[in-house]
């Protein structure tokens, strides 16, 4: 079997060792006799996959221990109701600002604005977020109950390098593209949330990462299972969660350790990051879409400097096992999406082709 490269924005490539040890397991679980996906979320085994992935994610993530570790169904577009139905009513004003650096971040201010006020602090739009806008969070009002960000912008290619300092307002973020890809002080957030088909494992689920202090704060009409308090009270086991995706999940943690932990990846990710980045800059022929000051180092953005010869390059690659690389439609271009599991060797199989296309046009 020859494995594709999956540059698709997600879901995303898993580890090979990771499906691997998923297929070894899943007829006969730890010599149960039956698979994990057949037994009930309360058994004795689903109980260690859980505890495993809290240790491993306050590990990884170094969490410190006034935060809870949340399970949610719903993927990342549910977060969008569920931080404004458990955060909006923090202070009387119900209010909140969202800076906007993409269509995930413009989404989640118009479903934030079902339940409250939800402003725009900054937006780069005019110049079709390729780039964060500039963010003073000096100008927001004491009585915002939070300020919203999407830390990496998976559509555009960009990314916050630095994290605006909002005080006593909690910072809420939206990682979903980006969550243990690099370093980070968890300490500067009131709520990290990712969904999980980018980084950490199957589509579906969301993990949140909650300050305790936030908790306990929810519009009356929260639905009990979207209510942050009723899943940190229930170990995320009020009904019955998606077991399969957090035991798929507790496997990319163990393989993420493995491989030495964040700030390894993080090493690997900006090398892998550069490594397309650079053959983009030292062509003509190709250019970059996201402002250079911004890039991600996940999502990464760029056109042929003639477009006309984007789906021939598009179905070229595909032929050449690279997969997935047509950029959004509100983008245009291609979009290599380079999450943790892609290899360096997927990014330099990218870049041999992207310079034999370009030999071939020559
Ligand atoms: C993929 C993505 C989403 C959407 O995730 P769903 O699980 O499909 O709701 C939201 N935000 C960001 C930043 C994303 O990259």
């Known amino acids: 079997m020859t494995r594709i490269y999956n540059f698709g924005a997600g879901p995303a490539m898993l580890p090979i060792p990771v499906m691997e040890k998923a297929q070894a397991e899943f007829l006969d679980y730890h010599n149960l006799g039956a698979g994990l ?30 935060y809870k570790i949340l399970y949610v169904h719903g993927g990342a577009q549910m977060q969008f109701s569920a931080v404004p139905l458990n955060l909006m009513a923090r202070n009387d004003a119900k209010k909140a600002t969202y800076i906007e650096t993409g269509n995930w971040a413009v989404k989640a201010r118009k479903e934030a604005a079902r339940y409250g006020t939800a402003l ?109 308090k009723v899943y940190a009270d229930d170990h995320s086991l009020t009904n019955t969660t998606n077991t399969f995706a957090i035991y798929m999940m507790s496997l990319v943690l163990e393989w993420l350790k493995g491989e030495g932990g964040v700030g390894a990846m993080e090493a690997r990710n900006e090398a892998k990051a550069k490594l397309i980045y650079d053959a983009i800059d030292n062509s003509d022929f190709y250019r970059g879409t996201a402002h250079p000051d911004h890039r991600s180092i996940m999502n990464v953005t760029f056109n042929l400097t003639d477009e006309s010869l984007l789906d021939s390059f598009l179905a070229e690659a595909l032929k050449n096992g690279l997969y997935a690389l047509k950029g959004h439609r509100v983008v245009g271009g291609a979009r290599a999406s380079i999450y943790n599991a892609m290899p360096l060797a997927g990014c330099q199989a990218l870049v041999d082709f992207m310079a034999e296309f370009e030999r071939s046009k020559a």
């Open 37 to 66: 996906i057949e037994i009930s979320h309360r058994s004795k085994q689903f109980d260690e996959i859980l505890d495993s992935c809290d240790a491993l994610l306050t590990e990884l993530a170094n969490i410190p221990s006034n």
């Open 120 to 228: 725009s602090g900054a937006t780069s739009e005019a110049t079709n977020f390729d780039r964060i806008p500039e963010f003073d969070p000096a100008t927001l009002d004491a009585d915002n109950s939070y300020a919203y960000i999407t830390s990496n912008n998976t559509l555009f290619g960009t990314r916050w390098h630095s994290f605006p300092d909002t005080g006593e307002i909690p910072l809420v973020a939206d990682m979903t593209s980006e969550f243990l890809s690099r370093k980070l002080d968890i300490s500067k957030f009131g709520i990290i949330f990712a969904g999980l088909q980018k980084n950490l494992g199957p589509a579906g689920l969301a993990v949140v990462i909650v300050r305790e202090d936030l908790l306990g704060l929810a519009l009356p009409y929260t639905p009990s299972l979207l209510n942050y």
